[in-house]
């Protein structure tokens, strides 16, 4: 950034050496305290706007700016007194400064106002860590290059041709995490799976812990971790029990003896349901019980019934299977199972058989 100074600013050089520095630091003073003066201003409005609203991350972001917009005061100074008193040296570090707070509170400001206002709190969109300090880093690295180039006079297309042949390599070598990267960015705007959901992923149950920048992070019924490439759960087939609702659909077969009628079964599986704590018992869909089978020993039903949360089906489905134990002991019956009666056939006496 070059400043085109008046002409009255280049006659300090006729004053003399003292004269010359005197008035070059009354300016740069002057500078720093017009400068203090603009910015207090600006945040008594800021802070005025911000005790208005419920939110505190304009509060934050009154806290992060409010230091670096306090030190350009006398940054300016520095760089007013340098460019009069003609150091270059001095007056390119000042600007570097300048263009470095500027930028951190840029920054901030977009950090705060679209990364976690607009992103996370009005769309529910969480952006992964990794994710967020590379976009910082990539503006810092754009902005000093571009520093760079202006106050250094050096050309950057050499290091934009070694920049791209580098990219390349490292993007070969980087292709998986990169996929997995992308598909973590595409699985956040989806917001499917959001935390807290329960997954079936190749025939693995676990509950979504974290959605991070490479994987997803599982905790299954046993309590270890699974770990899920992004790129591999966005490809695979996956069945998330906790979308559209939070209720969860489970059958359960059930052998019941030829004594007890369907009617009589059907009264008792509902009744069983209603006295446990975490069945639903919606009117639509409904708790369904089917005869689906007789054999020769049994008949077969499948009863059907919605949890509130997956992570308690195993627990609702043993509560059911022993509330019907129960029932059948009070009519003297047990649960059917498969057996052979085998006859021992009477020695026969010798001789010739018909």
């Avoid at 991070?212 to 599982?218: A, D, I, K």
């Avoid at 489970?250 to 006295?275: H, K």
Wanted: glycine letters at 8%; one cysteine or more; a negative charge.
């Amino acid at each position: 950034m070059t400043v085109n100074w008046p002409d009255w600013a280049t006659g300090l050089a006729v004053l003399g050496p003292l004269p010359r520095i005197a008035g070059a630091l009354a300016v740069g003073v002057l500078a720093w305290l017009l400068v203090i003066g603009l910015v207090r201003l600006a945040l008594r409005a800021t802070e005025k706007i911000a005790s208005k609203t419920s939110t505190r991350l304009d509060d934050d972001l009154l806290a992060r700016a409010r230091g670096p917009a306090m030190l350009l005061g006398p940054v300016v100074g520095v760089h007013v007194t340098g460019q009069l008193l003609d150091v270059p040296w001095l007056a390119g570090m000042a600007e570097l400064v300048e263009t470095l707070l500027l930028t951190y509170v840029a920054v901030a400001t977009f950090e705060i106002l679209i990364l976690e206002t607009w992103l996370e709190k009005r769309q529910g969109l969480k952006v992964p860590g990794p994710v967020r300090q590379l976009v910082i880093g990539v503006t810092y690295g754009a902005v000093l290059l571009g520093i760079g180039s202006d106050l250094l006079g050096f050309d950057l297309t050499p290091l934009l041709a070694t920049g791209s042949v580098t990219s390349l390599v490292l993007g070969l070598a980087l292709q998986q995490p990169l996929s997995n990267l992308f598909a973590g960015i595409v699985l956040h705007i989806e917001r499917h799976p959001s935390v807290g959901d329960w997954l079936l992923v190749d025939g693995r149950e676990g509950e979504v812990l974290e959605i991070g920048w490479r994987s997803t992070r599982l905790r299954m019924f046993s309590g270890d971790l699974l770990l899920v490439p992004n790129a591999s759960l966005l490809n695979a087939q996956v069945v998330n029990f906790g979308s559209p609702t939070p209720w969860c659909g489970r059958t359960i077969p059930v052998p019941v003896p030829f004594e007890v009628a369907p009617s009589e079964f059907d009264a008792w599986a509902r009744e069983v349901l209603e006295a446990i704590p975490g069945v639903e018992i919606p009117r639509d869909p409904r708790t369904k019980v089917w005869l689906v089978a007789i054999d020769d020993h049994c008949q077969r039903y499948a009863v059907r019934f919605w949890a509130t949360e997956f992570r308690i089906h195993d627990d609702l489905e043993s509560d059911l299977l022993k509330g019907l134990w129960y029932k059948f002991a009070e009519r003297g019956l047990r649960f059917p199972a498969r057996y052979q009666t085998i006859q021992v056939a009477p020695e026969l006496p010798p001789g010739p058989r018909a």
